[in-house]
């Protein structure tokens, strides 16, 4: 009688759930029939034993052999001691490699001075109280050298992404600083250039998107339910544009700040809030898909799951839609950050990795699990196609104070491996990294990890205390041992400038036999713009392969093609990489113009 009695109300309970969980934004046209339906109870499930047409269905469609399995679980080595201020925010400045690092202003210190020459900010015009430490640095990824830099508006909690000249464009922050757009070029002297009007709402915790034609976009934020365009540099926005997915996710404990944003292969954008996703047109602002609900908790900030866009695979001719996989891992139950807030209890995060193809016909999302419950976590697309998620913690919620039991040892995940199998945990680092954390692929292949400000200010007599250090983590395919394999770009005879379709050549050294295309990767990398576990603007390209001819010895010329437009590969700089069985090249910079 007592089974009898808890199977009908298991029943119940799917039926109130497949009632109540539909989807219900206005705006959505052409979509298929089944598109908006949730996807929870027995459908879910069924989906996970066999789905549809999805290459996340556990079928490796990856025609490339795999090389050896790399058992080495990496390795990690302390690059900086002191970084000068703690990295909230990071990117990859082209060309020049070295690495953008800055914080807040709000704190009124660092742990680094300003240059001399360089003139204190005035903060309160009342008092004349000044600031003379830096919270912006520049650090060669070399030699660890510092270059500190001045800024005026609070850049805490804002978002960024590169133009196609590689001029970081920073956006939004704190208090004066939540309209505001900022210029960082990549002059050996350059310094930031402000204009705090330039956005027509306060960004705090907002996404910014890159479009096809390099131009941004800027999605959320707190108390800022809509989206806009950025303007040209010097110019004011004035322009909004509502977003009802971000109305209709917005709830108690927000849950849907620091949304995912992917630009699709389509041009269309992929918009993911709380636990609901659609597909944007920006030229039309029109919603004109929304895919099936993401069950089992919040997913963005403060509930801070992990994303990426998995490495979109091109060929010589290419279909007209071209596949794009989205994956979202970790994150936190609906209500983990008020429990954490205001009851101490710091819950488990949760375990379970998703995935879809959000090209299919009929987009569901794939159940996997992680060897461990993640929050926090950062997810970084490695130049040989996988995805490290590093960071983050086992319990708790994003928020000063509000995570426990740090996440010591990162998980590499192998999105062409069947499913069940993509997972591997690799070494533990020495350093908790906690919240305000970021990590990011480097040329030469490693990860470079820093941050953790766990507090209001720079303290380091507390639980997790504030981090400088920075430490560079190698991943399995720099083991030792695999170091012939590693191939060599010839730069002199590389093109630094290519254009959407055209054909060019890369030369490598490479001593190997059996270099061909079977073994063969050459892969693009677009440097995100890093923080609070989210890595925007990231993308990994596949590119076709004509042929590889072997020259003199151990010369070889791949002779490759561009991506097919600026709906796959916006405008800019990319990492150029070559793969040989799994194991990547040192990185060169390379621009579609």
């Not at 989205?326 to 983990?336: E, T």
């Not at 375990?351 to 090209?359: G, H, L, T, V």
């Not at 005879?493 to 990767?521: C, M, S, W």
Request: hydrophobic share 35%; aromatic share 8%.
């Amino acid at each position: 009688m007592r089974a009898s009695r808890r199977l009908l109300w298991k029943l119940s309970v799917i039926v109130l759930l497949a009632l109540y969980s539909q989807p219900s934004f206005s705006e959505v046209e052409n979509c298929p029939a089944d598109a908006g339906s949730s996807d929870t109870g027995n459908r879910r499930e069924a989906a996970e034993l066999k789905p549809p047409d999805l290459r996340a269905d556990g079928v490796d469609t990856d025609p490339t052999p795999k090389g050896p399995e790399m058992n080495w679980p990496g390795k990690w080595e302390l690059f900086l001691k002191n970084s000068g201020v703690s990295a909230m925010h990071a990117i990859l400045m082209p060309k020049i490699n070295k690495v953008q690092f800055y914080d807040a202003t709000i704190w009124r210190i660092s742990k680094i001075k300003l240059p001399p020459g360089v003139p204190c900010h005035v903060y309160d015009t009342k008092t004349n109280a000044i600031d003379c430490w830096a919270h912006s640095v520049l650090v060669d990824i070399e030699t660890g050298n510092i270059r500190p830099l001045a800024l005026s508006t609070d850049t805490w909690c804002s978002s960024g992404g590169l133009t196609i000249n590689g001029t970081l464009v920073s956006t939004g922050g704190f208090q004066g600083g939540g309209n505001t757009a900022r210029y960082l070029s990549t002059c050996e002297n350059c310094g930031w250039v402000e204009y705090p009007t330039a956005l027509a709402a306060r960004r705090w915790y907002s996404t910014q998107a890159t479009l096809p034609d390099g131009s941004f976009i800027v999605v959320g934020g707190r108390d800022a339910l809509n989206y806009e365009y950025i303007n040209q540099e010097g110019v004011d926005n004035k322009k909004l544009y509502d977003s009802q997915l971000l109305r209709e996710t917005d709830d108690p404990a927000e849950n849907n700040l620091y949304p995912f944003v992917w630009l699709n292969t389509d041009g269309n954008l992929f918009m993911f809030a709380n636990n609901r996703s659609i597909l944007l047109n920006p030229k039309t602002n029109r919603v004109i898909r929304e895919f099936p609900q993401l069950p089992g908790g919040a997913r963005n900030y403060p509930g801070s799951a992990s994303s990426a866009l998995l490495p979109i695979r091109l060929d010589v001719q290419n279909p007209a839609v071209i596949p794009a996989d989205v994956l979202i891992c970790g994150g936190a139950r609906q209500d983990a950050f008020y429990r954490a807030e205001t009851k101490k209890i710091y819950e488990p995060a949760l375990k379970d990795c998703q995935r879809i193809s959000i090209n299919s016909k009929n987009p569901v999302w794939i159940t996997e699990a992680m060897p461990m419950p993640r929050v926090m976590s950062d997810a970084v697309l490695l130049p040989n196609g996988e995805v490290i998620i590093i960071n983050g913690v086992r319990r708790g919620t994003s928020g000063w104070g509000n995570g426990r039991d740090p996440l010591f040892s990162p998980i590499i995940y192998a999105p062409d491996k069947p499913l069940g199998q993509r997972f591997k945990e690799l070494a533990p680092s020495p350093i908790a990294r906690v919240y305000h954390s970021i990590a990011l692929a480097l040329p030469d292949g490693k990860v470079l990890v820093g941050g953790s400000n766990t507090n209001d200010g720079y303290k380091f007599d507390v639980m997790f205390p504030t981090e400088v250090r920075l430490q560079k983590y190698s991943p399995p395919y720099l083991d030792p041992a695999l170091a012939d394999l590693r191939p060599s770009i010839v730069t002199t005879a590389t093109p630094k400038q290519i254009r959407y379709g055209e054909r060019f050549n890369i030369r490598i050294h490479l001593n190997q036999k059996d270099v061909t295309k079977e073994n063969i990767k050459v892969t693009m990398s677009a440097p995100p713009f890093t923080t609070h576990a989210v890595s925007m603007n990231m993308r990994l390209l596949i590119l076709g392969i004509f042929d590889i001819k072997r020259e003199v010895r151990d010369l070889h010329q791949i002779h490759a093609i561009a991506p097919p437009s600026g709906k796959v590969a916006p405008p800019g700089y990319y990492l150029l990489f070559v793969v040989y069985n799994g194991v990547p090249s040192v990185g060169e910079w390379i621009q579609i113009v």
